[in-house]
């Protein structure tokens, strides 16, 4: 058998910042003579061959990560990783890193450029008398000075002296006339040298010289500095890009030139970062910090500028809901205020608080309610963005907001239905803007998000309004496509909004409680859910038999009755049957559906299923399902019967009136001779109700007739006469009764008719019969 502790995965990390899958193999470490050294090979388990040959170097940087991880570097851009399938043989082959580098195995990364040796920090104290020596900023220099910087790299110490002569000696405005005299020559190998200066310098993670490079005046020849990468055959055109073909789109003319600027620089610099410079290795990912950083606090910076220009905010606003508003410059506005949201992302909690309550003052909801109903993809696409970054940080603001409508406005112009419409309406072919306002919904109506609400009505409030007024909104598309028997429109679109809705609702199954409960037993909404199950998508029939297994879940027995009465496990019997034990998602989800009422114990459902489809399922061997659910069923009968034959027994023997009166909800245990199942046969069956009703009235007198009744049984071959006499109370009886099939329920023992010895033997007065007769419970 293989040794599973050496399986690994190999990857590498490519241009796209990817890792790309190498393939599966086994990792061994040995000495390797061609290499000399000891070295990590890995061997594909397909076929053997070689997938990785790399020899431990003393000084390349290995880190652990996760355990099972082990990630180095290659050369300039080349990063590799293994991951272990076991954490014991990830441990082994760290170990034998850490022998061949003369590490401790307990590092997780064994050349930290953090931690130095005694020679580099004595090196370090000779740095801080002498400061770095840079050569003369000549163009016949150039290779020297990109030798100099990518020496300065590897010492926090070095790095620290290079930015400071390279800003004291301004040498970066002389490198950027340097870049400019080997352009107007074609200089090419200069423009390389520059290329790997400035990426060098990026990497020295200091902002004092990303103030100087990101200078209005000097950042375009940076970006173009960076253009001639030496491993490209063309240099990019990245400065066309961002003078001609970038434009920036003022929604509203900004007057604050600083406020401008900051825009402007914060755009290039992310560009900058984003696709100029060449994708970091593991290890170079944390040198750029400053540059992230430098871009973060240029973000809280606008919108602070914006913030406090009152003006600027307001007439945006007015312009935005402004009917005569043209839809391209209305777009402008709402593309304006998304970035505007997403910059926002960077603030403090409580700043960004007093961010979204100056939103929401200004009529940020009201805005929505216009451009979500736009048609306009972009336009509603950013809409759907701020409406999902208000509700995320803030669901209790929209609440509060719809609340308010309640009373004011139409339910169709409610931003909730709104919403919810829009949501229904998407036209997007992979519905994106439909499953993020899914979500937008799925947060305001968590009970989760509600409980730390200062409103402490809050909860009771919302899911009030939201099942008054927009429930039906929600559920108008899946009502009108199961009016039949089958779905009336099977089309990818429409099927995929239904598997929406089910997945809200069943959301909603879980969560809520009186009001979807509510809503399902008054709109029988399960029933036509469950139609569903005959479409032929199969996702949207696990999305209705999902629905089912959460109302099942939680084991309530108003919904249980509601599934026995109209017969609602019939639909999924059915999708099994047609299924016809094919392996798959559909039919283990059945599975687990009659798994759960079995192991559960929901006597109820487990009765209904086996005593209406015990036969069709109990050729179903594959799975014991049905058989264990069988024997669960068998077991409670068993119960019940014996249960019944001991109270029966020991009712008779004492003759105990309570235990004669709660025998009426037991089954005999035995079968009637054919004397007493003529007596049944002859006497009518009263409703269930009815018998109870009566017996609360005159328990005396019932538990009076019941002894009779059973006195009159167990004399039944010496009281002969019985017969005749009890004749005329069965013809009265029979006149005034719906006739129902006779049962051999104890509770036809107890006369609740009224019917007593004294009528049968015929020693009653006419009178005493009257008044028996008056008591006599009669059903309408």
């Not at 560009?271 to 606090?297: A, G, K, R, W």
């Not at 777009?331 to 926002?344: G, I, P, T, Y």
């Not at 109903?373 to 701020?386: L, M, N, R, W, Y």
């Not at 999305?543 to 108003?558: H, P, Q, T, W």
């Amino acid at each position: 058998m293989t040794d599973t502790r050496r399986r690994v995965k190999l990857y590498a990390l490519n241009a796209d910042r990817q890792w790309d899958d190498r393939g599966t193999g086994h990792v061994s470490s040995c000495y390797v003579e061609r290499l000399k050294g000891t070295s990590l090979l890995v061997r594909a388990e397909s076929d053997g061959t070689l997938l990785l040959e790399s020899k431990i170097q003393p000084d390349t940087a290995y880190q652990k990560q996760q355990d099972t991880l082990i990630v180095w570097s290659e050369g300039d851009n080349f990063d590799l990783a293994l991951s272990f399938q076991e954490k014991a043989g990830c441990d082994e082959i760290w170990e034998k890193i850490c022998q061949v580098q003369g590490k401790d195995p307990s590092v997780e990364i064994t050349q930290d450029i953090v931690e130095e040796s005694e020679d580099e920090r004595f090196d370090e104290m000779s740095d801080s008398v002498q400061p770095v020596e840079l050569p003369a900023c000549e163009m016949g220099r150039l290779e020297d000075i990109s030798e100099l910087v990518n020496s300065c790299l590897v010492s926090p110490a070095r790095k620290d002296k290079l930015a400071a002569a390279l800003e004291t000696q301004h040498y970066i405005k002389k490198l950027l006339n340097l870049f400019h005299m080997c352009e107007d020559i074609e200089n090419i190998e200069g423009l390389h040298h520059l290329y790997e200066i400035f990426k060098s310098i990026f990497l020295l993670n200091k902002n004092t010289l990303f103030d100087t490079m990101f200078a209005d005046d000097t950042i375009f020849d940076v970006v173009g500095c960076l253009e001639y990468d030496p491993s490209l055959p063309q240099p990019k055109k990245h400065r066309e890009y961002l003078r001609e073909l970038a434009k920036f789109r003022e929604a509203i003319p900004i007057k604050n030139k600083d406020l401008l600027a900051k825009i402007h620089q914060t755009y290039r610099v992310q560009y900058i970062q984003d696709i100029v410079l060449p994708t970091p290795t593991v290890f170079e990912d944390n040198l750029l910090s400053t540059l992230s950083s430098f871009i973060f606090f240029n973000k809280v910076e606008i919108v602070k500028l914006i913030e406090d220009d009152d003006k600027f905010l307001t007439d945006l606003f007015k312009l935005l809901m402004d009917d005569k508003t043209p839809d391209v410059k209305r777009r402008d506005l709402v593309l304006f205020l998304k970035e505007f949201c997403n910059f926002s992302q960077n603030l403090q909690p409580q700043d960004k608080d007093a961010f979204y309550k100056t939103l929401v003052s200004l009529g940020i909801l009201p805005a929505l309610e216009i451009t979500l109903s736009i048609d306009d993809q972009k336009t509603k696409t950013a809409s759907i963005d701020i409406l999902t970054y208000i509700v995320e940080f803030s669901p209790s603001v929209v609440r509060d907001y719809t609340l308010q409508q309640a009373n004011n406005t139409e339910e169709e112009q409610m931003l909730l239905n709104i919403v919810i419409e829009q949501m229904l309406r998407d036209q997007d072919p992979e519905l994106g803007g439909a499953v993020q306002l899914m979500g937008v919904l799925r947060i305001l109506l968590d009970p989760e998000s509600m409980l730390a609400s200062v409103n402490k009505s809050e909860k009771a409030d919302f899911l009030n309004f939201f099942y008054k007024h927009s429930i039906q909104t929600l559920i108008a598309p899946l009502l009108e496509n199961t009016t039949g028997e089958k779905p009336l429109k099977e089309d990818y679109h429409t099927v995929q909004l239904l598997g929406l809705v089910l997945e809200l609702l069943s959301f909603c199954c879980e969560h809520h409680t009186y009001h979807i409960k509510t809503c399902i037993l008054n709109k029988d909404l399960l029933r036509r859910i469950l139609v569903l199950m005959r479409s032929t998508h199969t996702f949207l029939v696990l999305g209705a038999l999902r629905f089912m297994r959460k109302i099942i879940a939680l084991k309530d027995e108003y919904y249980n009755r509601y599934i026995i009465k109209g017969n609602l496990i019939a639909p999924v019997i059915d999708a099994f049957l047609r299924n016809n034990g094919r392996y798959n998602l559909l039919d283990s989800a059945i599975l687990e559906l009659f798994e759960f009422i079995k192991l559960e114990d929901i006597k109820s459902l487990c009765s209904h299923v086996v005593e209406n489809y015990g036969k069709i399922l109990e050729d179903v061997e594959y799975v014991q399902t049905f058989k264990a659910l069988k024997t669960r069923y068998d077991q409670h009968q068993d119960k019940l019967k014996e249960r019944d034959r001991v109270s029966g027994s020991v009712a008779v023997a004492e003759a105990v009136v309570p235990s004669l009166l709660r025998s009426r909800y037991r089954r005999e245990a035995r079968q009637p001779d054919d004397e007493e199942e003529m007596w049944f046969n002859d006497d009518d069956e009263l409703e269930d109700d009815a018998p109870l009703d009566s017996a609360q009235t005159h328990p005396h007198a019932h538990a009076h007739h019941a002894l009779d009744a059973i006195g009159k049984i167990v004399e039944k071959k010496v009281c002969s006469s019985t017969e005749s006499a009890n004749g005329p109370s069965r013809v009265l009886l029979s006149t005034t009764t719906t006739s129902k099939p006779a049962h051999t329920d104890v509770q036809g023992l107890v006369d609740y008719d009224g019917d007593s010895d004294e009528e049968e033997e015929g020693g009653s007065s006419s009178a005493a019969a009257d008044e028996r007769d008056a008591k006599r419970p009669r059903l309408a």
